[in-house]
């Protein structure tokens, strides 16, 4: 008799800012699922970085709201080491959405540093779709920030919580 075994479910975390989340972290998110079972959305409690435009909380309620209706995905923050979180969750694998060659220089600096803590997570780049190439979460705070329209670059959430910010 033959017994089916089913296989380890492979969990991955997408770190980030998401200051705001845009149509192109989406993206990042809906191809990341074509891969893995499950998937973190963590948001980066980094101290490091300049003043955040949105609360760790705000982003935590925003990116919730806007993965609305995809299953198999969680929305967590952390501070530390990214690697450290992806261990406490049981992921093996990080996510990385690239839009340029200037982000795969930083980012690639980041996943040989993380390989060098941790050789048993991995780092797999995504490539963003051609639609959100140009598009990074700065410069959209640039354009909401001078009364500009983002709301097809972000999801409605953003869109909104944007607005709201910016009056």
């Known amino acids: 008799m033959s017994t089916s075994i089913r296989p380890k479910t492979k969990t991955a975390v997408y770190p980030g800012s998401f200051d705001p989340l845009t149509n192109g972290h989406l993206d990042v ?85 993380n390989r060098k803590l941790a050789p048993d997570i991995h780092t797999v780049f995504l490539m963003s779709s051609f639609a959100h190439i140009y598009v990074s979460s700065s410069i959209l705070k640039d354009i909401a920030g001078y009364g500009g329209n983002v709301s097809d670059l972000v999801p409605p959430p953003v869109a909104k919580a944007l607005k709201e910010k910016y009056r």
């Open 29 to 113: 998110v809906d191809r990341a699922l074509g891969i893995f079972d499950k998937l973190i959305v963590a948001v980066a409690a980094n101290p490091d970085k300049r003043q955040p435009l949105f609360s760790v909380e705000e982003r935590m309620q925003l990116i919730s709201a806007s993965l609305k209706g995809r299953e198999r995905v969680e929305v967590a923050s952390f501070k530390g080491l990214t690697v450290e979180f992806a261990r406490s969750r049981g992921a093996t694998t990080l996510v990385k959405g690239l839009r340029a060659y200037s982000d795969f220089d930083a980012e690639l600096q980041q996943a040989l540093m």
